[in-house]
């Protein structure tokens, strides 16, 4: 077994134990699943994609969240419950490594299918005074998606390999942005097949569902890019060239 191998193996089990801990402690209620919580572990998914790359931090990400089930996690999902923050781990690590293609296909394969799946709500009607607007309730992902398609990803892998470069806030809020949105775009798939089509629950259910979330998850998204962004720029000044450690 070669050395970087053993290290990124014993870092991997490591962080999946934090990541489990992280998984019991709720930080706020997943709108229309009963008994699901967003935790404090959100904020983990792109960072262990910057640190371990997209394998090793699939890897933690995964044992983790059969680990947290031990703990006492409920399981929301029928045990999918790891694929949004895998998601985001693979989009954050493969972007790290300036790898743009794979992040790219991931992202525009989840944003189809969200928007052509019968149980979306892609316009949400909003009215200001007397006027009447119709606005698409992916607008954010969508934003994701522009930024993910030009060359800012690519600068923003160099400036988190960089320590001490004043734009390494920048890189790592930006890798995390466009993580945390493909993971929420996998949650709201999983939450319309297994709670919508699975258990029988009609389209129209879903509606005011999706009206209020149209509202609450912009805020949710940003604060945890901002918590990521937060404990993530020390972290990987601590660790130094993260990257490098994986190959």
């Known amino acids: 077994m070669s050395k970087p191998y053993s290290k990124s193996m014993v870092l991997s ?50 044992v983790g969240t059969f680990i947290s089930f031990i703990l006492g996690r409920p399981i929301i999902f029928l045990g999918l419950d790891f694929l949004p923050g895998t998601v ?37 009607t909003v009215k200001f005074l007397d006027f009447e607007f119709h606005i698409f309730f992916a607008w954010m992902h969508l934003l994701a998606l522009i930024l993910l398609a030009s060359p800012i990803p690519y600068r923003a892998a160099g400036w988190i390999r960089k320590p001490h470069d004043a734009k390494i806030t920048l890189g790592v809020a930006l890798i995390s942005f466009v993580g945390t949105m493909g993971q929420h775009l996998t949650g709201n798939l999983l939450y319309e097949n297994i709670m919508g089509v699975l258990q029988g629950t009609p389209a129209s259910a879903f509606k005011p569902v999706w009206y209020i979330v149209f509202w609450l998850y912009p805020f949710e998204r940003l604060t945890l890019i901002i918590l990521t962004t937060l404990v993530g720029v020390p972290l990987l000044k601590f660790v130094g060239k993260p990257i490098d450690l994986i190959g």
Do not use: K, Q, W
């Open 13 to 62: 089990a490591a962080l999946a134990v934090i990541y489990a801990s992280l998984r019991t402690v709720p930080a706020f209620p997943i709108l229309g699943v009963s008994g699901g919580a967003f935790t404090l572990a959100d904020i983990l998914p792109p960072l262990y994609g910057m640190i371990l790359g997209p394998y090793y931090g699939s890897i933690a990400i995964i």
């Open 88 to 124: 985001n781990t693979v989009i954050a690590g493969t972007l790290s490594n300036r790898n743009r293609g794979i992040p790219l296909a991931i992202y525009m394969t989840l944003l189809a299918f969200f928007t052509a799946h019968p149980y979306t709500v892609n316009f949400v």
